[in-house]
């Protein structure tokens, strides 16, 4: 039973150890080994950083998604004298950062036998002060519905305003602001006005 069985072949000591002392003491071998050993660890390591990296980059402040300004808004004409106020409540939101402001803005204000309400949009350039305060020129159109003396007139206007924002911190949830500006009313009478607005800012987060 023992002639049966199939005879296991052996390779040729020769052959391993003419292999394997090559691979060794081969200078062009270790070379390649070690070329390619380094470049391992530089891989792994550049792929920790950015790994870490990508866990860390989330921002701290996020920016609001838009701001409220709540206030008053007393105004002098210019073309007729007399003085008129009334409160003031505005939306803004930046389209472009550090380049662009949308402010839409609605202000009813009393005189003197009239009641006027001013509908406004203004395109703002924004610049940045510090960290709490911030400053923006505009200019935009208005439509301007007025009543006085049971007339009902209804025109176009221009308005333009400097912006000075000051915000309680650096995270820019809450605040005040300090609006003047300047009227021109395309209607009949082409009625010129100065006012100042004022009031609180909030944030939208």
Known sequence: MMQNLPLLK????????????FCVHNPNVRAWVRAHRVNA????V?????????????????????????????GWSLTNGGWSFGPTVAVEVTPIENWLELEA????TFGHH???????????????LSKKVEFMFGVGPEWVHVRKYSMTTNSVGAQAVLDFMFWLSAKHRFGWYFEPGYEYNFGP?????????????????
């Open 46 to 74: 550049i792929l920790s950083f950015f790994c870490s990296g990508s866990a860390f980059a989330q921002p701290v402040d996020k920016e609001p998604v838009a701001v409220v300004e709540v206030g008053g808004a007393p």
């Open 114 to 128: 009239s009641t006027e309400w001013d509908t406004d949009l203004l395109f703002k350039k924004p610049w940045t």
């Open 105 to 108: 803005g609605v202000t009813p």
């Open 189 to 205: 009478g082409h009625e010129q006005s100065l006012g100042i607005s004022g009031g609180l800012l909030i944030a939208i987060p």
């Open 10 to 21: 052996r390779k040729p000591k020769g052959r391993e150890c003419a292999v394997v002392p």
């Open 41 to 44: 660890t530089n891989s792994v």
